[in-house]
C-alpha cells in the first residue's frame, strides 16, 4: 500500500485508540471503523474500493491492527477490539504517530522471529508477512460476521427458547435440571438444577435468566442474591450482559456464589459442550464449524 505512509497509518491507529479507549469492554469492530472514519479525512485512495472488493480504508486499519495485535496493545474477540494495559502504555509514551507505528511493527517482527517455524526474518520475506496478515484479517471478518449472526439469533428468539438453551447447556454440563419455570411470573427463579438427580447433594443450582438488551445493574444482581439461600449457588444468564459494578459484586461475594453469563460466554461454553448436547439441544442453538488457514499462528 504505497499511498499510505508509516506515519500516515500511525495517525489512524492513534485516532483508533481514541475511540477505543473510552470502552474498557471494548467496542465492535465496525462500530470502531465507522467512527474512525468520521474523525479523519480520508483521501480519495482511502475512499475507494480494491478491485478484489472491499473498502480500502477499513482494510488499511485492520491490516495495520494485526501489528498492534502481536505487540500485545490490542486484543479481539468476536468482532470486539479492547485496549490493553500494554496499550495504554504504548499511547502515552509515543505521541510521535510514525514513532507508535514502527514500534508496533518492531514488536510484531520479535513475535513473528520468535515463532519456531520462522527460519528467515520477516525482512526477508516482505510477501510471506502480507500473506499471513491478509489471511488474519479474512479469519477476523469471518469470526466477526459468524458471532454477529449467532448474537443477533440469541436477541431475537422467544425469552422461553433462550430459557431452555441454558437448561440444555446444564445438561450437557452433566447437571440435573429439575424444573425449568412456565410462562408467567417465575419469581425471579427460572431454571433450578442439581448435581445429581435426586436433588440431595449440595450445591442446589437456581438460574435467572434474562433476554432483555438492558445491562444488569448491581441492584438487579442483589435482588437475585437475595433469592439464594446458604446451600446454593447462583447463575445469572443476561443477553445485554452486567455492569463492572455489578461483575465486581459477583467477584466479591463469599457467602453468595453467582456465576454472570452473558451471551458471549454462554455462546463459549455451548461450543465447549456442543459435543455433549443431545441432539434435539443441539437444534436450539445449531453450529457448524468452518476451518481456515490460518498463517499466523
Not at 472514519?37 to 474500493?49: A, C, F, V
Not at 502504555?89 to 515463532?115: C, G, I, M, T
Amino acid at each position: 500500500m504505497p499511498e499510505v505512509t508509516r506515519r500516515r497509518t500511525g495517525e489512524m491507529l492513534r485516532e483508533l485508540f481514541e475511540v477505543l479507549l473510552p470502552a474498557p469492554d471494548g467496542t465492535q469492530a465496525r462500530d470502531a471503523l465507522t467512527q474512525l472514519e468520521r474523525r479523519l479525512t480520508l483521501s480519495e485512495y482511502e475512499k475507494g474500493e480494491y478491485a478484489s472488493g472491499g473498502r480500502r480504508f477499513d482494510k488499511i486499519v485492520r491490516f495495520a491492527t494485526v501489528d498492534l495485535v502481536k505487540a500485545g496493545w490490542l486484543h479481539k474477540e468476536k468482532g470486539r477490539w479492547t485496549v490493553t494495559a500494554d496499550g495504554k502504555k504504548a499511547y502515552q509514551q509515543f505521541v510521535d504517530p510514525e514513532a507508535f507505528y514502527k514500534k508496533a511493527v518492531r514488536l510484531y517482527h520479535q513475535w513473528k522471529q520468535s515463532q519456531p517455524e520462522d527460519i528467515e526474518t520477516i525482512d526477508q520475506e516482505p510477501e510471506k508477512e502480507a500473506s499471513a496478515k491478509a489471511a488474519s484479517i479474512t479469519l477476523e471478518e469471518a469470526e466477526e460476521q459468524a458471532w454477529r449472526e449467532v448474537d443477533q439469533y440469541l436477541r431475537a428468539i422467544n425469552p422461553y427458547e433462550y430459557q431452555e438453551i441454558v437448561a440444555s447447556l446444564l445438561r450437557a454440563m452433566g447437571y440435573h435440571v429439575s424444573w425449568i419455570a412456565p410462562p408467567g411470573k417465575d419469581g425471579g427463579i427460572d431454571i433450578m438444577a442439581a448435581s445429581d438427580p435426586l436433588g440431595t447433594q449440595s450445591p442446589r443450582i437456581k438460574v435467572q435468566v434474562k433476554r432483555q438488551s438492558q445491562t444488569v445493574t448491581v441492584d438487579g444482581l442483589r435482588a437475585f442474591m437475595a433469592l439464594l439461600g446458604d446451600g446454593d449457588v447462583g447463575i445469572f444468564v443476561s443477553v445485554g450482559g452486567f455492569t463492572k459494578d455489578a461483575r465486581d459484586e459477583a467477584r466479591a461475594q463469599e457467602r453468595r456464589k453467582v456465576t454472570l453469563l452473558n451471551n458471549e460466554e454462554l455462546f463459549d461454553l455451548w461450543v465447549e459442550y456442543y459435543d455433549k448436547l443431545k441432539d434435539q439441544d443441539r437444534r436450539r442453538l445449531p453450529l457448524q464449524p468452518i476451518y481456515f488457514l490460518d498463517l499466523e499462528l
